[in-house]
């Protein structure tokens, strides 16, 4: 928690000590709810009471969900990736020395329910008529997104 708090600071997302904290922020959108996009306010304030004893309102809460948030979420979902990555990989130190960028890319498609076929047509596969693909580029060496897409699923 110290550390997500220090990171809540430096990336603005945090300006002073308050009730809700980057802590509280990670625990309603990685541990306590899995819709958290879906999810209402008053039940995500009340998840977050029940599971942190931080009381905020909807309101209160609907504030905070704001780009600064954004950023801090993607600083976390950067360093876990990038700790994971390394974890499991194994890339010395010296391989950064002969290159400026290791560029991770990387696409998925999925499936939607073919009511959103006129907004995200898919490839017809699977005789579905709606699907969804998300690009992601990643550069290793600095830890930063370089690109993230998401558009129909037909796009190649």
Do not use: M
């Not at 945090?14 to 819709?35: E, H, M, P, V, Y």
């Amino acid at each position: 928690p110290v550390f997500l708090e220090e990171l809540a600071r430096e990336i603005g997302f945090i300006k002073r000590k308050r009730k809700f904290s980057g802590s509280d922020l990670a625990t309603i959108c990685i541990w306590i709810s899995q819709r958290v996009a879906s999810d209402p306010l008053v039940r995500l304030c009340s998840r977050l009471h029940a599971v942190t004893g931080t009381l905020l309102s909807p309101e209160g809460l609907n504030k905070r969900l704001n780009t600064k948030a954004v950023l801090f979420l993607q600083h976390i979902f950067s360093l876990l990736l990038q700790q994971k990555i390394c974890e499991q990989t194994q890339i010395s130190n010296q391989l950064f020395s002969y290159f400026k960028r290791i560029r991770i890319l990387d696409a998925t498609v999925f499936q939607v329910p073919n009511a959103l076929e006129n907004v995200y047509p898919g490839s017809g596969g699977c005789a579905q008529k709606a699907g969804i693909k998300i690009q992601l580029e990643y550069d290793l060496h600095s830890g930063q997104f370089l690109n993230f897409q998401i558009g129909p699923g037909k796009n190649n």
